[in-house]
Nanobody, 126 residues
Framework: QVQLVESGGGLVQPGDSLRLSCAVS????????MGWFRQAPGQRREFVVG????????FVADSVKGRFTISRDSAKNTVYLKMNSLKPERTDVYYC???????????????????WGQGTQVTVSS
């Protein structure tokens, strides 16, 4: 059973940077397509960024392009979401998600993910 545990959320100021972590257990990261999603209060969950298990294929939502990046540390079996230039007056719960050997075409669709973390909240406010 794959388990995902996010961490790193909190309260930051507009323009700040923040890095979220997603620790993966139960399966090696090299076989997992990973995605980050976020959900604001009363809103649908939306795709943020993800990359395929095979490497190379990375998708980034237009709303965060140029500011958010995804990375992996195989030694730690951990995925990161680095967020720069955070925009003001936002509160989102960020979730990491995983799917085993997921094809690149499945990265942006939340319905294709098999495993989800519990989420970590990020509030951007002055």
């Amino acid at each position: 059973q794959v388990q995902l545990v996010e961490s790193g959320g909190g309260l930051v100021q507009p323009g700040d940077s923040l890095r979220l972590s997603c620790a993966v257990s139960g399966r090696t990261l090299s076989t997992l397509t990973m995605g980050w999603f976020r959900q604001a209060p009363g809103q649908r969950r939306e795709f943020v960024v993800g990359n395929a298990w095979s490497g190379g294929a990375i998708f980034v939502a237009d709303s965060v392009k140029g500011r958010f990046t995804i990375s992996r540390d195989s030694a730690k079996n951990t995925v990161y979401l680095k967020m720069n230039s955070l925009k003001p007056e936002r509160t989102d719960v960020y979730y990491c998600a995983a799917q085993h050997l997921g094809a690149p075409s499945r990265i942006v669709d939340e319905n294709t993910y098999d495993y989800w973390g519990q989420g970590t909240q990020v509030t951007v406010s002055s």
